[in-house]
């Protein structure tokens, strides 16, 4: 278990106002991922990091910004939140599994943007 | 552009057969593929990998096949059983971009009792 804590799990919001969705992770995993998930989309990275203030943009970064400022939590914002970032967000860290690198996913937080 | 293909968004199979899902890629980089099962209301949970060097990884009632000509990965399911019922996604990763996976959009299985 790679002790990923997603918060919050629910929100509902209004177009225009900021969003925070914190990801924490107790193992000390140097990369950690947000990725959004639609329906016809999949599964789309956002932003990464690859240790404390080092990160990078994913295929979908834009309205979005991350701040990783201790190892165990990745935060990801929403400046201003739009009706299209009505999406399910997963948190995720890298980890070896057999001499690869896995994902092993946090269990979402669902954002409505009304 | 999506790099990594599943152009089947759902399948459904009678209990006791086998279940296969298909997934193309087109980046040639890729060198390791994952496939990964997602429950409703859940994250994805790591399935089952293969690395380019492999042409087929089995665990279990679980086997992945790579095509590494054609581009094309599946996961076989045999038997399949009503708890397989769920969404399964392909991802690939290239060991020069680092940490970086990309996946494809779903396959939702449907496994009939």
């Known amino acids: 278990d790679a002790g990923i804590t997603q918060s919050p799990r629910h929100k509902v919001t209004e177009t225009g106002t900021p969003v925070t969705l914190r990801c924490h992770q107790t193992e000390n995993h140097r990369y950690m991922y947000w990725y959004r998930q639609d329906p016809g989309h999949g599964l789309r990275l956002i932003h990464y990091?690859?240790?404390?203030?080092?990160?990078d943009k994913g295929e979908v970064s834009d309205g979005y910004s991350v701040s990783r400022s201790k190892t165990e939590d990745f935060l990801l914002t929403l400046e201003s939140a739009t009706s299209s970032q009505t999406s399910v967000y997963f948190c995720?860290?890298?980890?070896?599994?057999?001499?690869?690198?896995?994902?092993?996913f946090g269990a979402g937080s669902r954002l409505t943007v009304l | 552009d999506q790099q990594v293909k599943q152009n089947s968004p759902s399948l459904s199979v009678q209990e006791g057969r086998i279940s296969i899902l298909n997934c193309d890629y087109t980046n040639s980089m890729f060198d390791y593929f994952l496939w990964y099962k997602k429950y409703p209301a859940e994250g994805p949970t790591f399935l089952i990998s293969?690395?380019?060097?492999?042409d087929k990884n089995e665990d279990g009632r679980f086997t992945v096949f790579l095509n590494k000509s054609a581009k094309h990965l599946s996961l076989h399911i045999v038997p399949s059983q009503p708890g397989d019922s769920a969404v399964y996604f392909c991802?690939?990763?290239?060991?020069?971009?680092?940490?970086?996976?990309?996946f494809g959009t779903g396959t939702s299985l449907t496994v009939i009792p």
């Open positions: 293969i690395s380019s060097i492999k």
């Open positions: 995720a860290i890298s980890e070896r599994y057999s001499g690869a690198n896995v994902l092993t």
């Open positions: 991802a690939a990763s290239a060991s020069n971009t680092g940490n970086q996976f990309y």
């Open positions: 990091s690859y240790g404390v203030k080092d990160t």
